[in-house]
């Protein structure tokens, strides 16, 4: 028997210990557009892969197209997506339990069990994932006192500085194989054969098991310490502020998510990263990265299908085709060309901007959901639906949130240093530099009221939002401005 490995197994933790089989599927890169450097690490890291003993690399069309051309049975893990389980739901196939994450189905379907499918709380996943795997815990208490520390992780971007005071993140050096990718990825766009957005660059991102654990042991020992205070943060100069970038290591399959939470842990207890730090950082990696995992699965196929707002607005192009020359706004037109630049933004740039201008402009959540998997190196369909759908665009109506996360530019003028080149004043709502966000904000409240009217936790704003003597010229400014901020 062989086994067939998917590019989101490519780690030493999802080897069967049988012969491996390997697709490089030009199909699949057609399916959608992607963003240059998102290929360039899916087809990197498959053709470093395959460089490895027992591994033949097959280069096929599509997954379909070569099963028909073969009459081999095989052994799978669990892939990470609806496509292909259905894929591998068939006689030719021996299929594992997933693997690369902290919990299992069957914990996660016992921890379940008693709430009936709803009225689940993260906190209370992440505080059993703690107390089962013990990580941070003194028997059954968890160090420090509390199994959160968020409060000490809120610090807004330090003043006056462009950057944040700590060592830049790991790269990597590309090789030939990195060469060879972008000679086809540019050959194949210029044949129409692909659709790629964003800009081509330097490869920032681990793609083998050797690249992954040395850019983890940097962060570790160079980053994870200023990782909490900064968190919530954001600075126009500072791209990956003092995040990890394992994201894309993680979900490729080439880190295990306990290793990661494992080596977190050692740096508190070596006194050579704060407990704050450690602790949001393991909660990411061990809590959240699992919960949006089972739940993507949980919710369904359909879930991406949900829109409780009724937003329909169409992308604008500058989103689109992520050019931000003629976009106004600082803050969006930042983080779009972040997008471009390299695929990648860190949480709040990601929720408090772009998700919440999506949500004020009410953009379509299904076609936002795709944006968002097709344009960032980390976007996997398993984990924005969630993200976005739920978190981000309260298109299922609560069933992730208790409200939606909106917010005016107050919020991103206290977290960042956005606000100080903008033509536009976050505490301005009405007139020529009225803050997009801001009216965007009140703007969202107005249209939205008779879905958010009965939601205890809207209640405030919306009072003050029917208060406001301005209700309809904000109204009627935003409708002008539409999506082109
Ligand atoms: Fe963004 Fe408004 Fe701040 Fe400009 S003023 S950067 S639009 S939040």
Known sequence: MQQLLFAYQLGPHFDLGEPIVLLESIGRLAARPYHWQKAHLILSAIR????????????????????????????????????????????????????????????????????????????????????????????????GGAFNFDHENRLPAPKKVSSL???????????????????????????????????????????????????LTHFIAERLDLFGPYEDAGLEGDWA?????????????????????LAAEAAYHSGNARLSSVEGFIRQVIGWRDFVWHLYWHFGEDYTGLNFLSATAELPPSWKELDSTHVQANCVSHTIAKVSDRGWLHHIERLMILGNVAMQRGFNPRELNDWFISSFVDGTPWVMPVNVIGMSQFADGGMMSTKPYAGGGAYISKMTNYCGECPYNPKVRVGENACPVTAGYWAFLDRSEAELTGNFRMAQPMAAMRKMVDRQAIREQEKLRGTAL
């Open 48 to 143: 470093h892969r395959a460089q490895d003993d027992n591994v033949t690399l097959v280069k096929a069309p599509s997954y379909r197209e070569f099963l028909a051309s073969s009459a081999a049975s095989f052994t799978v893990v669990n892939p990470t997506s609806f496509g292909y389980r259905k894929l591998v739901d068939s006689e030719r196939f021996t299929v594992f339990p997933s693997r690369g994450f902290v919990t299992n189905e069957d914990r996660w379907a016992s921890w379940m069990a008693p709430k009936s499918g709803k009225g689940f709380v993260f906190e209370d996943f992440y505080r059993d994932t703690r107390r089962r795997t013990g990580l941070l815990m003194n028997d059954a208490v968890p160090i």
């Open 241 to 261: 502020m003092s995040h990890s970038l394992l994201s894309v290591p993680l979900n490729f399959g080439l880190l295990d998510p306990l290793e990661v939470a």
């Open 165 to 215: 005071p700590v060592a830049p993140p790991w790269q990597p050096t590309e090789d030939d194989i990195d060469a060879g990718v972008r000679r086809d990825l540019m050959r194949w766009q210029a044949e129409g054969k692909i659709q790629l957005s964003g800009k081509d660059g330097p490869r920032l991102f681990a793609v083998t098991r050797q690249e992954a654990l040395a850019a």
